[in-house]
């Protein structure tokens, strides 16, 4: 299964050029050039679309599972804990949505794509 890219229509052949990006709880997948193409035009591309598949955005997002089972299995700050552990979680969530739905299907890297 191939999935096109938000911007030129045209699939997305592997991980190398795949770029997803979360506005709320939707994801869109991009290359990595039209991405970039993307971002600099403000109208299709909103300020809180933001890449997910990226290394400090999986680290953001360990971090924040981490921080969210904390409140979640522990009683710390009671409900407001609790609410914590809800909204911490929305960042790994996404990152593994992203990577079930558009990182595992493709391969790593492919040679000669043009
Ligand atoms: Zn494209």
Redesign the pocket.
């Not at 096109?4 to 045209?10: D, G, S």
């Given at each position: 299964m191939t999935h096109?890219?938000?911007?030129?229509?045209?699939p997305?052949r592997d991980r190398d050029?795949l770029v997803t990006a979360a506005k709320w709880f939707s994801i869109r997948p991009?290359?990595y050039?039209?991405?970039d193409?993307a971002a600099r035009e403000v109208e299709r591309i909103g300020d809180n679309e933001k890449p997910l598949n990226n290394m400090p955005n999986t680290i953001i997002s360990i971090i924040m599972l981490a921080v969210s089972i904390f409140f979640l299995a522990g009683s710390a700050l009671g409900s407001i804990g609790d609410l914590l552990g809800v909204l911490t979680l929305y960042p790994p969530l996404m990152r593994i949505l992203s990577y079930v739905r558009y990182e595992h299907p493709l391969p790593v890297f492919l040679e000669n794509k043009r």
């Open positions: 096109a890219c938000r911007y030129c229509q045209k997305i050029e991009y290359h050039i039209c991405y193409q």
